[in-house]
């Protein structure tokens, strides 16, 4: 697949000047290109955006108010034209080849926030002002919240979906939010107009920005989680397990009762290591027996392996298993899993653990030795 950064070419550039010379004659088309295309391949996706956004600033008017109209007239005419956003024609700005446009309101706009929302969100409707709005909930925050809150129920889905993902504590590419961080409060009510919206698109938003808040507040999640499950139809059902995953995974236990996985009495775990010996590059396999009074509820099977460290101490990972039920009561299980070389561990030999958790709870626990090869 070709790297993102690519699409930001100098043919993107050159369809972008025509754009902005085709209702502005005065648009100096030779100056943004020279700029936007200086060094061009030598720069990654951020700072090819940024220097597109800095061309845009030196060839577009001073003037608030007329730099706003050149962007409204630079647009594509549809209000929705692409969902996957790396379709461009040239007949108007859409998709990622608007990206340095929404950088660009964001930059000039700060001090102006009743001019620049309105520009974002006409812009956003083409691709996202996701990132482009923060600054304004920094700067500006009890007005933007305003405004955000009279889109909520806005006709456009863009629209909607930046209400909850511009508004997420920790946006993956975007300034963090630290009040949200701290205190989620204000935009609480903003993920709950929009927990039942019709486009999966701005329910996922909703959930991802849940997903940011239980790694602050994983109580508040989960009691969140309890009480809108309550009734919940399929999709609902569907976010809340998404809004849930970070919490699932760490076995938090007011999320898994939220899901039904409540602990289980009576319930035993015999695990057996079919390689007690692993050597590096190979797998590790391991099977359990559970037995009990458990036919038909819910059972969330994970497994932690305690890697020995370079000082010889143990650090647990968490690797997700199975989602099932108990048919009868007894239900077996195995798993192999490779210890392969992998960019983000690296391994010791040494007696390493196997930790099996049902419904969150550890069941069993078992050695095994990792050899590494001469």
């Excluded at 700072?47 to 600033?57: C, G, K, P, Y």
């Excluded at 849940?210 to 508040?220: E, Q, T």
């Excluded at 392969?340 to 040494?350: D, E, F, L, Q, V």
Aim: charge should be negative; include cysteine; proline fraction near 6%.
């Amino acid at each position: 697949m070709e790297p993102l950064k690519n699409y930001f070419n100098e043919t993107l550039i050159e369809q972008t000047a025509a754009i902005f010379s085709r209702d502005d004659a005065g648009f100096d088309q030779a100056r943004f290109t020279e700029i936007a295309t200086d060094g061009l391949e030598r720069l990654e996706l951020k700072a090819r955006v940024e220097q597109i956004m800095r061309a845009l600033d030196a060839t577009l008017p001073t003037d608030f108010d007329v730099f706003a109209d050149r962007v409204l007239a630079s647009l594509h005419k549809s209000e929705d034209p692409s969902g996957e956003g790396l379709s461009f024609d040239g007949s108007g700005l859409m998709g990622f080849a608007a990206w340095p446009v929404t950088e660009l309101v964001g930059k000039r706009g700060i001090a102006e926030p009743e001019k620049a929302l309105p520009l974002l969100k006409e812009v956003t409707k083409r691709f996202t002002a996701e990132f482009a709005i923060r600054p304004f909930l920094v700067s500006h925050r009890d007005y933007t919240l305003s405004v955000l809150n009279g889109w909520v129920e806005d006709r456009n889905r863009h629209v909607r979906r930046l209400v909850s993902e511009g508004t997420r504590p920790r946006l993956p590419w975007g300034i963090r939010l630290h009040d949200f961080v701290v205190d989620p409060t204000p935009i609480m009510p903003f993920l709950a107009a929009l927990r039942d919206d019709p486009e999966e698109y701005v329910r996922r938003s909703v959930a991802n920005s849940l997903n940011d808040i239980a790694k602050d507040h994983p109580d508040h999640v989960s009691a969140i989680a309890s009480d809108w499950i309550q009734g919940a139809g399929r999709d609902r059902e569907r976010l809340l397990r998404h809004a849930c995953r970070t919490l699932i995974k760490a076995g938090h236990t007011g999320a898994l009762d939220a899901f039904g996985y409540t602990p289980l009495d009576g319930l035993s775990c015999a695990l057996t290591i079919k390689t007690p010996h692993v050597t590096y590059g190979e797998a590790l396999e391991f099977e359990i027996d559970l037995k009990g009074d458990a036919a038909g509820k819910p059972l969330m099977l994970d497994y932690a392996i305690h890697f020995v460290k370079a000082g010889g101490e143990r650090t647990p990972k968490v690797f997700k298993w199975k989602d099932t039920k108990m048919n009868t009561s007894r239900l077996s299980a195995a798993k192999r899993h490779v210890i392969k070389p992998i960019t983000t561990r690296r391994y010791y030999a040494g007696e390493h653990l196997v930790e099996v958790f049902v419904n969150g709870h550890s069941m069993a626990s078992s050695p095994f030795v990792l050899e590494k090869p001469e």
